[in-house]
């Protein structure tokens, strides 16, 4: 059941909150991946190994580096913009991104035999689930959810342009800022977790823009569902198929949601 609930929950956090990135961003490839955010909860998870904290305070060091990564990753994009802060958010996570994994190939480095177990959570899945961690994302998840809800009306006005956003007293930098941050906590709690799952909040949502068409807040829900469920069945898949070896979660979702890619970015239009 903890396995189970874990893998349900953070299948429908990842999903909604990668169409939450898209959505604001406008760009089909935003994920916490290409964001930094599962990098920066990596390298907090490592660095509260490194200097000895209880593995209780790990989670945590690993959601506050998370938000942190956001904040870092925002001001650099309000330095590099010039007139396309959103087109430079998502250069700016994959900078900071790719320097977090080099500091935290660092960390192992200095001290391989402590940070080994750290590795694990570059291969995110949930055969360590536990219900007091299902209790930990179920209230930041709805809270998420909630607000996320609230704000639908407003983010609605994104998808016809900013100028007309702006034009009915929408404060579109405010907006987007709230959203991605709203978006940022609940991946990081997940992650924290977790370890790094990708690929899920990326192709769930594509796939149900371009196969249902539904307004925002439908395919807010068909995220949730189908993203739940997509990772109940990773965990499951990767359980059985060569047991008693398990295969992590996000290694089954990147075989499968790789040639998903491939093919959705191979029918693109023009």
């Known amino acids: 059941m903890p396995r189970m609930s874990e893998a349900l929950l953070a299948g429908i956090g990842l999903s909604i909150a990668g169409q939450m990135f898209q959505t604001v961003l406008n760009n089909p490839l935003a994920d916490s991946l290409t964001l930094g955010l599962a990098s920066g909860s990596v390298l907090g ?157 990326m192709i769930v949502p594509q796939l149900i823009r371009r196969t249902y068409a539904v307004k925002l807040g439908g395919q807010m829900l068909l995220n949730g569902m189908i993203g739940g469920t997509v990772m109940v069945l990773a965990d499951s898949l990767g359980a059985q198929l060569i047991a008693p070896t398990e295969i992590p979660a996000s290694i089954i979702l990147a075989l499968l949601g790789i040639p998903v890619l491939g093919y959705l970015i191979a029918t693109q239009p023009r």
């Open 45 to 201: 998870a490592g660095v509260a190994v490194f200097i000895g904290l209880s593995s209780l305070f790990i989670p945590l060091a690993s959601m506050v580096a998370s938000i942190v990564t956001l904040v870092i990753v925002l001001v650099l994009t309000s330095v590099m913009s010039k007139g396309y802060p959103m087109r430079a958010l998502i250069l700016s996570g994959i900078m900071i991104g790719a320097l977090f994994n080099a500091f935290l190939y660092l960390l192992i480095l200095l001290d391989e035999r402590r940070l080994k177990n750290i590795v694990m959570y570059m291969f995110g899945g949930f055969s360590a689930a536990e219900m007091r961690e299902v209790a930990v994302i179920t209230p930041v998840l709805a809270v998420c959810l909630v607000l996320l809800i609230l704000l639908l009306p407003q983010i609605k006005l994104l998808q016809v342009g900013t100028l007309k956003a702006q034009s009915l007293s929408i404060n579109v930098p405010v907006l987007m800022y709230s959203v991605l941050a709203i978006a940022s906590i609940m991946t990081a709690v997940i992650i924290s977790y977790t370890g790094i799952i990708g690929f899920i909040g």
